[in-house]
Structures are given as structure tokens and as C-alpha cells.
């Protein structure tokens, strides 16, 4: 069984073929600055590759070039399209949706319900679904809701205090994000650990341009820091994170701003750039200006830092105890720096750092020091095959 996973970002393209019998990488590529007359673009095929710049007007293009590539001359995975089981997507954000399931035309309505929740996912995910079901339509397309790990959750846990008329109405609840990055952290930890996934307490710690903190106990989500959008929780690149509710309701009355202008603001205007003064929110950039003595910039990393503590210690009380703090997403995996911070600030509860290890870490590595009571690891994300099994799964019941 062939699966082709879609990756789909504001401007970017990317893809995965599997073949889910042994889950190996048939193919893969990338396409960034979608719209622009220099798109980048990288395909591999095995042992052949492709690479370079082209001009890609929109999204249909990008993905007739994808497909080109993957059915077209000798390198060719694919003999035909039909050869796809199915076209997987890492859907963000659905009305009332925390599951994996078929993209119909009910579960595009209700991720159009909620773009106004996920102005930057929704819609391109919403108009590359459609270039699929234009394209290939004979191919299912089925997406995994990144709320999906999180459906689990104890009531307590993802309830707002608000009418439970609006609740109701609304479907207005925690949901919590990077649902794949998150379980790839509990099935990967305890086979790294040789250890059973009913024995472990483990706090996963996705950290990015978008950034969430979860709480993991026998393989299941019990916790996590996001909430009814992606805005909420952490510090994310341009979005706030945890807000005071009357801050966005004060500037709406005070700057005579509708809600669309606040959106905008916390959207693509706040988090670490808004603090830094760094329009890309980039970690690696807010570290260069810091170390060249911008007090921003450290104010961005340092607040960045101790929102992620904040919800450690809070999940070390929600799961009685922490047996493996692991670090994921591009500032988990690469941000050595951040990493050191946060460690620092836990050897009362047992955490040891490897400082050797932990500059040196690549891929998956194990940065804590033998005597440390909670394992510290990296483990690089890898959604897109979380989304491959799911997607597998559900053709298999169906």
C-alpha cells in the first residue's frame, strides 16, 4: 500500500510517498515560494534528484509537478496514480473534529468554519484538498487532525469556564495541536528507552515557529498547552501565546480595531517577534541579536524560556513525577542554547544535563548524564509518518 503524504504550508509544498508495508520513503520532495517566479524546488527519487528553481503561480502547479515528478520517466515511483491508496494531510483545525478521517466535503465545511481559529493552516490545506479531489479524484484523500492525540483528555483538563450554551453551540473546548509530533514522541521514547509505554511519564516539548508542551502518561496525551485555536499556550514565532482574554477586547476598544485587525495582530504581529523586534520570530536570528547585545531580543528568548518551564512544572504535577523530558520540532532538535536553559532550571527536580552531549546532539540523542533521574532526549518530529499509519489504519476499517 502506497501513501503519499501532503505537507502543505503558506507558501510551501512538500511530500512524502510510503510504502506502508515496511513504511519506507519511496520519494520526497519540497517546493517554497509558491507564487513567486523563483520557486525553489527539490524532488528525490531513491538515488535520483532533482533540484532547482521554477516558476510555480499556485498551489495546482506545485502539485502537477509533484505528480510529474513521481509518475513521469525512468526515476518514477509511481507506474499510475491509481497506484496511491490514499492522499494523507496534517489537517490542522475542524469544528467539532479531533480524529482521523475522511476529507469530505462535511469536514472541509467544518475546517472552514474554524479558519478564522487557524488563519494561516486552514486555507491552504482547504485549497490543496480541493486541487486533490480536482486532480485525482478517484484517490481518497483523508486527513489527521492534529487535535486527534489529545481527544482523550480528561474533561477537567480541556473544559472552559464559560455558558454551557456557547460550549455547546460552539463546540468550544481544549483541543490541542501538533497531535502527530506529539504521539511520534510516545510511541519513539519508550522503544529509545527499552522500556514499556505503560511504565512512562514523559513531557514532550515541541518547540518551533509554533510551539507546544504536552503531558504524556501510558502513551496517552493527558495535557497539553495549546487550547481551542493554535494561538494559545507557548510563544509561538509571530502569535502570543497565552493572552489575558480582556488584552485583545481592551486594544479592540481602545484602537477601534475590528476583530479581523486584532487577529492580525496576534497572529502575524506578536510572540517572538512582537517582543524582539525581529519580524521573522526566527529563534536563530533572536539569538544572533541577543548575543550582539539586543535587550529585546533576550527579553523574547528569556520569556520564551520560561513559558516552556511553566508548563513543565506544571505537567510534572499533573503526571505525579517526569521520567523523560524529550525535545522536538526545529528549536528542540537544533536549539542547543534553549535546551541548556530549560535544564538548568530543573536540577531540583533530578535533571542533569550531558552539556557535551547536548551541543553535539544530531537526530536522536540521549543529552542527560547517567546518574540524572529524568532522561533528557532529542528526537526529531516525524509527523508525516504518524499521519501514513493513520491514514493506513482507517482504509483498513473501512
Known sequence: MKILIANVGSTSFKFKLYEMKDEEILA????????????????????????????????????????????????????????IAAVGFKTVHGKGIRECRVLDEPALQAMEA????????????????????????????????????????PAHAYTYGLPAELVEKHAIRKYGFHGASHRWIAERTPQLLNAAAESLRIISCHLG??????????????DTSMGFSPQSGVLNA????????????????????????????????SGLAGISGIPSGDMKEIIDAADQGSE???LAIDTFCYGVLHYIGAYYLVLQGLDALVFTGGIGERGSLIRHRVCRQLQFLGVQL????????????????????????????????????????LLERR
Open 114 to 153: 474554524y479558519t478564522f481559529l487557524a488563519p494561516a493552516h486552514n486555507p491552504p490545506y482547504i485549497k490543496a484538498i480541493r486541487i486533490f479531489a480536482k486532480l485525482i479524484p478517484e484517490v481518497p484523500r483523508i486527513g489527521l487532525f492534529e487535535p486527534a492525540f489529545h481527544r482523550n483528555i
Open 209 to 222: 515557529g509554533s510551539s507546544s508542551i504536552c503531558a504524556i502518561r501510558n502513551g496517552f496525551s493527558l
Open 238 to 269: 509571530k502569535r502570543c501565546g497565552d493572552l489575558d482574554p480582556f488584552v485583545p477586547l481592551y486594544l479592540q476598544e481602545e484602537e477601534k480595531w475590528s476583530a479581523a485587525q486584532v487577529s492580525k495582530v496576534l497572529n502575524s504581529q
Open 354 to 393: 550531558n552539556p557535551e552531549a547536548n551541543q553535539r546532539a544530531t537526530g536522536e540523542a540521549k543529552i542527560s548524564t547517567p546518574d540524572s533521574s529524568i532522561q533528557v532526549l532529542v528526537i526529531p518530529a516525524n509527523e508525516e509518518l504518524i499521519v501514513a499509519r493513520e491514514a493506513k489504519a
Open 296 to 298: 529585546k531580543a533576550q
Open 28 to 83: 520526497q520532495g519540497r517546493i517554497e515560494n509558491i507564487g513567486s517566479e523563483n520557486s525553489s524546488y527539490s524532488m528525490q527519487c531513491k538515488d535520483h534528484k532533482i533540484q532547482g528553481t521554477a516558476s510555480y503561480a499556485g498551489y495546482e502547479q506545485a502539485v502537477l509537478a509533484a505528480i510529474d515528478f513521481l509518475t513521469q520517466g525512468e526515476h518514477a515511483c509511481l507506474a499510475a496514480l491509481s497506484d
